[in-house]
């Protein structure tokens, strides 16, 4: 029984070691080779003096040596950075910087773009490169980063054999970042424990066996990207890597490798429902899901036209916790709005603001409890005490309360115990299943020295879930006629696509609170049609 993430590969090499574990574009990776590289990749971080529990971050697209990179950190008893390969270097330097990241793995491409950036990144000490470099331009970058060892990727893999940093399963392995309703991300702490209950867990209600075969669509700085891996990894199925450009190229992936489960955001379902499906997609999907926010009921409902022998599984999840609650196919007929109840070795709580139990039909908070609670938020001890709280309703004579995560997010449940979700109570943009901080958004706004004033919304978009406005009041000296263009040069400079405002507005002078903040509910109610008036 595995106890550790990596165990899971470790076992599908013993157990059927010519299974395929990665397909890959015209690649096949074996659970026997991927182990090997796993453990190559352990061996040379540890020949690197990677110390247990220290960071490794990848920096890299969706291909065979990312997850070789990340599994081998964990069998090294390192812990894992896996970081959205979307990300400019500004961001993918704050991840360095706030995660104390001690070795990075990406390509050479990304390695020249953030080269900059790395001298202000004082914990890492070594880059792995996973492609080759010009041998001029290595002395160049040698020279322009001199406190860092570059390395090649298959120097790594040579490394002789070490023995592992001991490590149990409560032992941090992993940081998530995800984007707060203020400020830069926050890097979410999981442990081997988090993992692989989460594994089992949605293995289990899926019916995922050694036949599956899971098209990773997702980026795996996702906890439900990467999930698609310790899922498939749990039960010895095959995972099939994909970065798509064109919505049909997933479709077209379905059918050539057979897939049989997929999951994806609501946007990217809704923009599938648009093309023209092959047949073998609706033979080979045994089952799909959604993640990254609640699925419209009329995708669900085109969903279950196309595809009307696969088993659809709504579900509801957040970083902090994995996933939360899912809906059994056989309910969606009858409340095809309901993300459903908890998931297996996991409990939902409804609290209301007194940090009472709420009864059937009164909103409350989303709170969950069991063995997917992360460890907190990294280097952040505030803003993890005001998620990570005492579960409600324990017996005060336990010496040591439980923690549970409260999610921020407002739900009712019904006489029969389904779940519906309400509300988010903070300020976060979903969009395209991302989540985004609007201080992220503006921080750029004004970094740019465009604006005086700045405040980013999520606005109801039928494609997006939420589109990004940005409603601004110009600089001194800048003409506010030509700020929208200039503003949002800066942005796709800047931001990696899925955070690009969509519209920027212009205003004289933004309203405030009483508080003197920027009042967003005002903005947010003037512009509530914005995107509707605008869609076809």
Not at 239 to 261: C, H, I, Q, S, W
Not at 334 to 346: D, L, V, Y
Request: some cysteine; hydrophobic content about 45%.
């Amino acid at each position: 029984m595995a106890d550790l993430i990596h165990d899971f590969i470790a076992s599908g090499a013993r157990a059927a070691g010519s299974k395929p574990a990665l397909l890959f574009r015209q690649s096949i990776l074996s659970y026997a080779e991927l182990w090997q590289r796993v453990r190559g990749v352990a061996n040379g971080l540890l020949g690197a003096g990677i110390k247990a529990a220290e960071r490794v971050a990848v920096y890299l697209p969706k291909q065979p040596e990312t997850v070789a990179a990340l599994f081998g950190a964990a069998a090294a008893g390192a812990s894992f950075v896996p970081v959205n390969p979307l990300l400019k270097p500004r961001q993918v330097s704050y991840i360095l910087q706030h995660s104390q990241a001690r070795v990075l793995v990406t390509s050479s491409q990304r390695l020249q773009l953030l080269a900059g950036e790395l001298v202000s990144c004082p914990d890492l000490h070594t880059v792995v490169l996973v492609d080759e470099l010009a041998a001029d331009r290595l002395e160049a970058l040698a020279r322009e980063l001199p406190a860092i060892s570059l390395r090649a990727w298959d120097d790594l893999l040579a490394a002789p054999a070490r023995p592992a940093h001991r490590r149990i399963d409560t032992d941090m392995v992993a940081l998530l970042y995800t984007s707060g309703s203020t400020g830069n991300p926050k890097g979410v702490v999981l442990s081997h424990r988090n993992m692989v209950a989460g594994a089992r867990s949605v293995a289990q209600y899926l019916e995922n066996t050694a036949d599956d075969r899971l098209l990773a669509v997702l980026p795996l700085s996702f906890d439900a990207g990467l999930s698609q891996l310790t899922t498939a990894f749990s039960v010895g199925a095959s995972a099939v890597l994909m970065d798509y450009l064109l919505p049909r190229d997933v479709l077209r992936a379905v059918a050539r490798y057979r897939v049989t489960g997929l999951a994806a955001v609501p946007p990217l379902w809704n923009q599938l429902l648009q093309q023209d499906w092959p047949a073998e997609v609706a033979d080979c999907l045994r089952y799909v899901t959604n993640t990254g926010g609640a699925m419209p009921v009329a995708s669900t409902r085109a969903l279950q036209q196309r595809l009307p022998q696969t088993r659809i599984y709504l579900m509801y999840g957040l970083t902090e916790a994995f996933r939360s609650t899912f809906l059994p196919p056989a309910e969606l007929a009858t409340r095809p709005q309901s993300i459903g109840k908890a998931i297996p070795n996991a409990e939902i709580l409804v609290v209301n603001e007194a940090g009472q139990l709420c009864g059937p039909n009164e909103p409350g908070e989303l709170v969950h409890r069991g063995a997917l609670v992360a460890l907190g938020y990294w280097n952040d001890p505030e803003k993890t005490a005001e998620r990570f709280r005492p579960c409600p309703g324990q017996d005060p004579a336990l010496p040591v309360p439980e923690l549970a995560v409260w999610s921020g997010d407002q739900v009712v449940r019904d006489e029969e115990g389904f779940l519906y979700f309400v509300a988010r109570k903070d300020d976060m943009i979903k969009t395209s299943g991302y989540r985004v901080s609007p201080t992220e958004v503006e921080e750029v706004a004004y970094h740019s020295g465009l604006v005086a004033g700045a405040a980013a919304l999520g606005l109801s978009h039928a494609q997006l879930g939420q589109a990004i406005a940005l409603v601004v009041t110009p600089a001194k000296g800048i003409d506010p006629a030509t700020l929208e263009t200039q503003l949002l040069a800066v942005c796709q400079r800047e931001l990696p696509n899925f955070m690009v405002p969509t519209r920027v507005l212009v205003h004289d002078a933004l309203p405030h609170n009483q508080n003197g903040k920027i009042d967003r509910r005002a903005l947010g109610t003037e512009y509530a049609q914005l995107f509707e008036e605008t869609q076809p």
